[in-house]
């Protein structure tokens, strides 16, 4: 940022810093995929060393996680034994791991979908539009929570988001000027189509994209994606004009917003699996407790299926998006036994902004 827009995009200048950082790495580059108002929030680390730098992001990541998981635990109302699956789950999450490992930002994200999840839940417009707005640091996420208020006609919450992601991309736009706007926007494009220059491993992802390209030949992955791609956006603005009236109902729709997100974004690597964790806690609260076995091998096995398909060395079918396909389908509704404590939570009458 020192340097402004001439160094922020540019890869040239992102490989001079990071060779030195590692070694080997030959003349592969890491791009910053982060708008500019990020970059901006994240200053202060490039003051320290990098191993200080990499100690403060990890407790900041640590205590974003606690954080998280403990709004999800009392937001929802789970139960002690849903509680201590959560936290094991947590525990076999890959994901999780991944992106403490390497300092990615990938909690952060999680802790504002915990955010924005309990305010819609909540029905506290102004919160969720703050929230969703804030979501714009992972770009290809933005499109849940805007179909989310569009569909559900929270006008209110849609004009906060439109306030606060035009106050953002105007400061993003000071930080860097026109020139650093047209690199970032060029960059994203260059991500989202899969530029081998960026290796962005599409096969190595976790979502509709991945699938796709292991089960297809390179000559008709691209159009099938897309189609595909177009099949779930339409699925998912159906999930955001409903508008279920019981606690049920919603972590139900819930769900199925979340699988139908996490295959159509087309960046969902192995610390995107962090995201996991908000889903899993949904599943939790609807089934029964004591949680049975098989809940709980099933979260297990969410959670290290991808750590094996990383380390294993050959080619294996992405598991993750056929989860999310079958979770798109299954009518949860029928099969879901009632559990024995309520399933509104500790606070089943809205709470509506002001």
Known sequence: MASGASSLYDLKSQLTVQQPLYLGQGDWVLPFMYPPFFAWMLTPLAWLSYPTAYFVMTVVNLVLLVGGLMIVIHRLGLCPDQSRCLYLSVLCNFGVSYCLLEGQTSILVFFLLVLFVTANLDEQDIAGGLWAALLS????????????????????AVLVFAVSISMLGLFS??????????????LLGQAASGDDALRINPERMHNLRALVYFALPFAWNEYVWWIGTLALLALLIHFGRNRPTSRRQQLVLWLKIFAATMLITPHFHDHDLTLM????????????????????????????????????????????????LVALWIPFEKFLPDPPQSIEGPDASPNKDR
């Open 277 to 324: 964790i908000i889903p899993a806690a949904v599943i939790l609260k609807l089934g029964p407790s004591p949680v049975p076995a098989s809940v709980v091998l099933l979260l297990l096995l969410a959670g290290l299926l991808p750590l094996l398909r990383r380390t294993i060395g050959i080619s294996l079918v992405p598991v993750m998006p056929l989860l999310f």
């Open 137 to 156: 640091l992972k770009p290809q996420l933005l499109l849940m929570p805007v179909v989310v208020l569009i569909g559900q006609r929270r006008w209110r």
């Open 173 to 186: 736009f000071i930080l860097v000027g026109e020139p650093g706007a047209k690199a970032f926007f060029k």
